[in-house]
């Protein structure tokens, strides 16, 4: 049994879809506990509300960087994870804590990757006049929204989008690529070679809206 910990920052919906998809899919693996650096994100509620361990550790509290990651480090190695995911967490991390979790530590962010890393991602796809838009799933390096590439999402940028509506398209696919994404780890499926990510089943690593 692998131990996931999954770190949110807000209304962890994927967190949400990863939780529902290890019980019924029957993962060799248990969601060990969530944390969140804000006390009040509302994805806390419902781990709770499914018997899983949370813990807050609030970026607030520390002087910088250093003293919260090694804070988080701590909370998150009392739950031994083989796995960390982080799910909608808004936190710069340094690369000694990228570096602790160096090959077990998942990403998504919201845009095709290299395209649009940082913030504000689908309104730049937008006003970049892009055709499709989407969401990648990587291994987490030193460098912001970067490392190698698990998944991709892939949707339509279609006439009349914004912001809100483009966000809704992308994460209905994020839903369903990251469970299936963190499945592939703790299954031992995927192969990393340099910046590329084979899933050794063949299943496909680019996700569409069905
Ligand atoms: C998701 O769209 C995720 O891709 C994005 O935040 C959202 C979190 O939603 N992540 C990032 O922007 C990371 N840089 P959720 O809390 O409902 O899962």
């Not at 055709?131 to 912001?144: C, D, I, R, Y």
């Not at 929204?145 to 999402?153: E, L, N």
Request: net charge neutral.
């Amino acid at each position: 049994m692998k131990n996931i910990v999954i770190l949110i920052s807000g209304r962890g919906s994927n967190m949400e879809a990863m939780v529902k998809a290890c019980a019924a899919e029957q993962w060799p693996a248990r969601i060990a506990a969530v944390v969140s650096n804000r006390p009040q994100a509302a994805g806390l509620a419902f781990a709770a509300q499914h018997g899983i361990a949370t813990a807050v550790v609030d970026h607030k509290a520390y002087p910088d960087r250093d003293s919260f990651d090694a804070e988080l480090a701590r909370v998150i190695d009392g739950f031994a994870p083989d796995l960390v995911v982080l799910a909608g967490f808004m936190r710069i991390l340094t690369p000694g804590f990228t570096q602790r979790y160096g090959g077990r530590m998942l990403n998504i962010h919201p845009s095709l990757l290299p395209a649009f890393p940082g913030l504000h991602t689908h309104q730049r796809a937008i006003d970049a006049g892009c055709h499709v838009a989407g969401a990648t799933v990587h291994f987490v390096t030193a460098e912001l929204d970067h490392g190698p590439m698990v998944a991709q999402a892939v949707v339509p940028v279609l006439p009349g989008d914004d912001e809100a509506s483009l966000s809704a398209r992308v994460l209905a696919q994020e839903h369903r690529m990251y469970p299936r994404a963190v499945r592939w780890f703790v299954e031992g499926r995927l192969r990393v070679d340099g910046a590329r990510v084979q899933q050794l089943g063949g299943e496909a690593q680019v996700f569409t809206a069905p």
